[in-house]
């Protein structure tokens, strides 16, 4: 999956507050990402995170 900092995340399921968009801010092993709605930020393994993306959209 082809995934780069900066990008808008569109998950499965979403986050408590009812965004499921995220930024991506860091990627290796691991992705850490922003929430778009409340600006909480999250790490998760990339295995994890990339089974649960539905959309990607570029910056």
Known sequence: MDIQVG???TMKKQHPC???DWEILRIGADFRMK???CGHMV???RTKAEKNIKNVSRK
């Open 7 to 9: 990008d808008i995340v």
């Open 18 to 20: 009812g965004s499921k």
């Open 35 to 37: 929430c778009c709605g």
């Open 43 to 45: 790490m998760i393994a």
